[in-house]
């Protein structure tokens, strides 16, 4: 089950997270949803791994030799004997190659910095359309009904506007 609290100020949604991690919460089970871009380890120290510059990389990869096959294999498969120079060409490989490799590269970068922004977004998260007004969220996940009950109290005790559950209020 996951509560979202939401604060006025970002000095009542600190303390809410301090308020949680003392009622026994994981700080990889609160998360801050904010229309502000606060610096990292403001509200929630999430040392959550990124793997965006490796989708970048391994696009690269894959481009790089999709790229040397497509233009190496066409001339091995279909070969045209010029003069007296190889049938793969230094630089015509190294051209496509190159161009493929970027192709791959700046697909494997969309498609990192969508699934780390989240979306589309498949699981079913508390959200309040509030918070887009610049009021701050501070979402946490909770297992079982105590320590639900705690993450209510919490929020309750650093002055939460209101707490939402998993459905969306209209």
């Given at each position: 089950?996951?509560l979202l609290g939401i604060f006025q100020t970002i000095d009542e949604a600190?303390?809410?997270?301090?308020?949680?991690?003392?009622?026994?919460?994981?700080?990889?089970?609160?998360?801050?949803?904010?229309?502000?871009?606060?610096?990292?380890?403001?509200?929630?120290?999430?040392?959550?791994?990124?793997?965006?510059?490796?989708?970048?990389?391994?696009?690269?990869?894959?481009?790089?030799?999709?790229?040397?096959?497509?233009?190496?294999?066409?001339?091995?498969?279909?070969?045209?004997?010029?003069?007296?120079?190889?049938?793969?060409?230094?630089?015509?490989?190294?051209?496509?190659?190159?161009?493929?490799?970027?192709?791959?590269?700046?697909?494997?970068?969309?498609?990192?910095?969508?699934?780390?922004?989240?979306?589309?977004?498949?699981?079913?998260?508390?959200?309040?359309?509030?918070?887009?007004?610049?009021?701050?969220?501070?979402?946490?996940?909770?297992?079982?009904?105590?320590?639900?009950?705690?993450?209510?109290?919490?929020?309750?005790?650093?002055?939460?506007?209101?707490?939402?559950?998993?459905?969306?209020?209209?």
């Amino acid at each position: 089950m996951e509560l979202l609290g939401i604060f006025q100020t970002i000095d009542e949604a600190a303390l809410a997270v301090d308020k949680l991690l003392a009622a026994g919460c994981a700080e990889g089970q609160i998360t801050s949803v904010t229309s502000v871009p606060y610096p990292e380890g403001v509200l929630v120290d999430s040392q959550r791994r990124s793997w965006f510059h490796w989708m970048t990389v391994g696009g690269g990869l894959v481009g790089a030799c999709a790229g040397f096959l497509l233009a190496a294999g066409t001339a091995w498969l279909y070969p045209l004997q010029t003069g007296d120079k190889p049938i793969i060409a230094l630089f015509t490989t190294g051209i496509i190659t190159y161009e493929v490799m970027m192709l791959c590269a700046m697909i494997g970068t969309m498609l990192g910095m969508f699934l780390e922004m989240g979306l589309p977004d498949l699981n079913h998260r508390a959200y309040d359309p509030e918070i887009a007004n610049g009021l701050i969220g501070i979402s946490v996940n909770v297992s079982d009904d105590e320590l639900c009950q705690r993450a209510k109290e919490a929020f309750n005790t650093a002055g939460a506007l209101r707490i939402c559950n998993d459905e969306v209020p209209k």
